[in-house]
């Protein structure tokens, strides 16, 4: 055994009231401290929740731009689907293979420009050809060589149409 083990411990408690008037407890200090306390402890809260916030909205941005860079891919699927369709419009096939991409294309959000009959719009059309055509007005699209489409409000590829003069 130690010596030290058997010793009592004798603790005195004070309050503030007891304290010596030269060690008072400057509570406009404690007051200040604690509103900086606060304060940073608020600034901190809101930086902890705009990363949260900024995070959120990055990993949704790195969505948006996997499955555009995907729909990108699928585009000349689509393209070549159309062009067969247009070589044989009545292949049962051809047509089922058209609507289960059209239907695939529309879950996903992606939507065709439409194109023939509307004037030309540079955002989501890119004109390749002009021709004379009586029928239609000034710069109303006539013909269109390669569909355009869209991912919710973002052009994936413009239209190549034939414009009227």
Do not use: C, W
């Amino acid at each position: 055994m130690h010596k030290d083990e058997n010793k009592e411990v004798e603790i005195e408690s004070v309050s503030i009231n007891d304290a010596p008037a030269n060690e008072n407890i400057d509570v406009a200090k404690l007051q200040d401290d604690l509103a900086q306390m606060n304060d940073k402890y608020l600034r901190l809260a809101a930086e902890l929740e705009n990363t949260r916030r900024r995070a959120a909205l990055d990993a949704e941005s790195r969505a948006r731009n996997r499955a555009m860079g995907v729909a990108e891919k699928i585009l000349p699927v689509m393209d070549a689907v159309d062009a067969a369709l247009k070589h044989s419009p009545d292949d049962a096939g051809i047509q089922s293979m058209a609507r289960a991409l059209e239907s695939a294309f529309a879950q996903i959000g992606i939507t065709k420009i439409e194109s023939i009959g509307e004037k030309l719009n540079p955002m989501f059309h890119n004109a390749i050809q002009v021709v004379e055509s009586p029928d239609a007005e000034t710069n109303a699209i006539v013909d269109e060589m390669q569909t355009g489409y869209m991912f919710g409000d973002t052009i994936l590829r413009t239209a190549m149409v034939v414009v009227a003069k």
